[in-house]
């Protein structure tokens, strides 16, 4: 299978501030969406590009470990781009090899600022990560489509 080419994902995801409404799937198979920031960074295992936003919560997160099939768009104006694919977790729970507590804060990070995020304490930032058990959330990207130019 071809990954999808996410550098239009890139280039759109700062004309609202990384803005994005993702829709996971419901243990009774209903869609949940929500609104995060998420932007496209470099997996930390693969290299590969991704797409990514940091959560929390044990219902999202017991959600997407056992229906991982995610969809996340986003939108500017009247035009859009979506990415399809499957979300894979890394986080206090959800350990990844090669990820220790110093890759996870980097991790989260780097999720932020993909997603065109900025901040004037890093330390407070890292704290409130880590004092909340954020997780970051890499979908593998199957599909990109939409109407962006």
Do not use: C
């Amino acid at each position: 299978m071809t990954v999808p080419d996410l550098t239009p994902v890139r280039r759109f995801v700062g004309r609202d501030h990384g803005l994005a409404s993702v829709s996971i799937v419901r243990a009774d198979g209903t869609p949940h969406a929500s609104l995060v920031n998420a932007g496209v960074l470099e997996h930390p295992l693969t290299g590969r590009p991704v797409v990514g936003y940091v959560t929390y919560g044990p219902v999202k997160l017991r959600s997407l470990r056992e229906r991982p099939a995610t969809s996340i768009l986003w939108r500017a104006g009247w035009e859009w781009i979506g990415v399809d694919g499957r979300s894979g977790l890394i986080g206090p729970d959800d350990p990844a090899d090669g990820i220790d507590a110093e890759g996870l804060r980097l991790l989260l990070r780097a999720v932020f600022t993909g997603a065109g995020g900025t901040h004037d304490d890093w330390d407070a930032y890292d704290r409130v990560m880590r004092e909340e058990r954020r997780v970051a959330v890499l979908i593998e990207p199957e599909r990109v489509y939409g109407t962006y130019s």
